[in-house]
T-cell receptor, first 111, second 114 residues
Framework: RKEVEQDPGPFNVPEGATVAFNCTYSNSASQSFFWYRQDCRKEPKLLMSVYSSGNEDGRFTAQLNRASQYISLLIRDSKLSDSATYLCVVNPDPGNTPLVFGKGTRLSVIA | DADVTQTPRNRITKTGKRIMLECSQTKGHDRMYWYRQDPGLGLRLIYYSFDVKDINKGEISDGYSVSRQAQAKFSLSLESAIPNQTALYFC?????????????FGPGTRLLVL
């Protein structure tokens, strides 16, 4: 089983739609979680951290379910500029091991 | 100025050649990483370094070597390039605070091995 698994997509949604991505991780001892965004042919950049209580940043909401070992990202009111690949990232042991990246989920927002 | 820089940005080389990809950072981070990215395979870790005297193999280190010349510099070498090393290569740095680690990536180096 892969350490971090994501549906590769692509998700094709119209502007204004709400879209959700899920990600599962295999290491139950994992301590910290993130979503990164990668635009086509560019470097990944941190979108947001994922906290146990869930967290929101504008149109973006991230949630963590430790019991089921999954992380979600919800995007409301999708914009054309949201088109990108979203990478789920897990840190099994902060300070001691590297981050583990999922392969990413591709989102295309269509006018 | 970019915090994490990579040189060259693009490189075409021939099978069997030795090449070096350079990474520099001005963020003052101790941790540095080299990844390659291939379509459908995501980011794969080649080598990483938690400080100047520390070098660790990642998921796919065969055919690669690294050198951590200073805190700010981490170079990746392909001793004898082969076509399946054609990929997009990213360098990254990170800091760890309050148990959270954030990675900052360079702009990438596109490598084509003929």
């Amino acid at each position: 089983r892969k350490e971090v698994e994501q549906d590769p997509g692509p998700f094709n949604v119209p502007e204004g739609a709400t879209v959700a991505f899920n990600c599962t991780y295999s290491n139950s001892a994992s301590q910290s979680f993130f979503w990164y965004r990668q635009d086509c042919r560019k470097e990944p950049k941190l979108l947001m951290s994922v906290y146990s209580s869930g967290n929101e940043d504008g149109r973006f909401t991230a949630q963590l379910n430790r019991a089921s070992q999954y992380i979600s990202l919800l995007i409301r009111d999708s914009k054309l500029s949201d088109s990108a690949t979203y990478l789920c990232v897990v840190n099994p042991d902060p300070g001691n091991t590297p981050l583990v990246f999922g392969k990413g989920t591709r989102l295309s927002v269509i006018a | 100025d970019a915090d994490v820089t990579q040189t060259p940005r693009n490189r075409i080389t021939k099978t069997g050649k030795r090449i070096m990809l350079e990474c520099s950072q001005t963020k003052g981070h101790d941790r540095m990483y080299w990844y390659r990215q291939d379509p459908g395979l995501g980011l794969r870790l080649i080598y990483y370094s938690f400080d100047v005297k520390d070098i660790n193999k990642g998921e796919i280190s065969d055919g690669y070597s690294v050198s951590r010349q200073a805190q700010a510099k981490f170079s990746l070498s392909l001793e004898s390039a082969i076509p399946n090393q054609t990929a997009l290569y990213f360098c990254a740095t990170s800091d760890v605070g309050d148990g959270q680690e954030t990675q900052y990536f360079g702009p990438g180096t596109r490598l084509l091995v003929l």
